[in-house]
């Protein structure tokens, strides 16, 4: 028998459990690791909780965790309650999922002033992550600007533009629904190095902005090179692209207005005490594509400033890290200890681009350690016996069902689910 640990229950450890899944079948036994009591990673706390037909992946991950060789073991910090060395020893393989929780920062003056967050703060606060329930974004001013090109940026946008109506049929958590009505913010300006043809922006969240019932997204023609230069882009950008020129054509008919500010590299922040204003520099494209600063700037007023730039891994002691993400060649960091997803190749792609890359690395360990050939780890009964002697009590599957049964039948009215987002609430229905 087999003994593999998988530590991070987002979709790049699911993945990789149901690839090693197949490959091993009754041969090994699979335990997915997370530190919250509750699984699913950014499925949980990082996709919108408007876009619920993304978030449903997780049946697909639900069908994992019930196979018979598959266990969750959540409320468990791998690095803190476990380390990575006690886990090799306990398991033939250990697969880091953990994802890239850090925002990357701007590296500019002025952004620890209160206003400015970031997008994985923003994010995480209106999806009932535990550490930024208590967040408080400063929705009181007019303006909000979001820092960024790529679709989390849009996400951000879109939430501060919505209104409560559009809201229906998605998991938001309660807390930022209040504080979303309340919002005085009327302009959310989307801040740009870079043109309409470096945006990492998909069609799909793009062209949903075009529709929101109280916000017009305003775009500059002049931002624009002539339409033909469009055509030699690959197929989805140009789409993104086409989009984005459409918006110049829309009727400003609508309150509230998500501005397209390209060409805009934020230099600073200012502002008596808090965040005000940022200071952006405007730039020209090189035909390397990359943007350069013309001297001159100007300020765009924002209260709350996003930034969407990017993130960055946890390290995790004695685990080899540069860059933003665990060292690794093609997934193996060295003997037995494996990483994918973003912990993996960094914080890009979509969640479906996390299946071959799971999917690799069990062929990895499958190569490595036929299925068939004896092991002699001790697996979950050897971390059960080491938590239990440092007081720590995982969560199964069936713990993180209750939780569910109990966060569906607390959901408000047109609501999927009122997610809890303090322990005390998960562990309250475990009755611990
Ligand atoms: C704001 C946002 C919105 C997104 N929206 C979309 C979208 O609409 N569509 C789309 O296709 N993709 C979207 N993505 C991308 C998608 O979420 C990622 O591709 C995917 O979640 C990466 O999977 P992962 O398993 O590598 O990491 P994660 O999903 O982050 O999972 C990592 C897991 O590891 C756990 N963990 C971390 N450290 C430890 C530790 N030390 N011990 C134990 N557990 C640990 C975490 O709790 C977490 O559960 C979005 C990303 C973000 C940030």
Known sequence: MRHFAIVGSGPAGFYTAEALEKAYGEAARIDIIDRYPVPYGLIRFGVAPDHQSLKAVSKRYDKVAECAAVDFVGNVYVGSDVSVAELLDLYDGVILA???????????????????????EFVG?????????????????????????????????????????????????????????RSSVKTVTIL????????????????????????????EPGDFPPIEADEPLEPGLRKSVSLLR?????EANKAKRIVFDFFAKPVRIEGDGKAERIIVEKTVVDESGAARGTGETYAVPASLIV?????????????PFEGGKFVNQGGRISDRLYAVGW??????????????????????????????????????????????????????????????????????????????????????VLGR
């Not at 459409?246 to 829309?250: M, N, P, R, T, V």
């Open 246 to 250: 459409g918006f110049a054509d829309l």
């Open 307 to 319: 930034t969407a730039i990017g993130y960055s891994t946890s390290p995790i002691d004695h685990v």
């Open 192 to 219: 740009g190095r870079r043109g309409p043809h470096q945006i990492a922006m998909t069609p799909k969240e793009l062209g949903e902005l075009g529709h929101l019932e109280a916000a017009l997204p305003i775009v």
């Open 98 to 120: 953990t994802g890239a929780p850090h925002d990357r920062k701007l590296g500019i003056p002025g952004e620890d002033l209160p206003g400015v967050v970031g997008s994985a």
């Open 343 to 428: 912990a993996r190749r960094g914080p890009s792609g979509t969640i479906g681009t996390n299946r071959p890359d799971g999917y690799e690395v069990a062929g990895l360990i499958a190569a490595a350690m036929p299925s068939g050939s004896a092991g002699d780890r001790e697996g979950a009964s050897g971390l059960k016996a080491l938590l239990e002697g440092r007081g720590v009590m995982p969560t199964d599957f069936d713990d993180w069902r209750k939780i569910e049964a109990a966060e569906t039948a607390n959901a408000r009215q047109g609501s999927p689910r009122e997610k809890f987002c303090r322990p005390s609430g998960w562990f309250g």
């Open 125 to 181: 606060w209106y999806n009932g992550h535990p550490d930024f329930a208590d967040l408080d974004p400063p929705l009181d001013g007019a303006n909000a600007a979001v820092i960024g090109n790529g679709n989390v940026a849009l996400d951000c946008a879109r939430i501060l533009s919505k209104t409560r109506h559009e809201f229906e049929g998605s998991d938001i958590v309660g807390h930022a629904l209040e504080a979303l009505e």
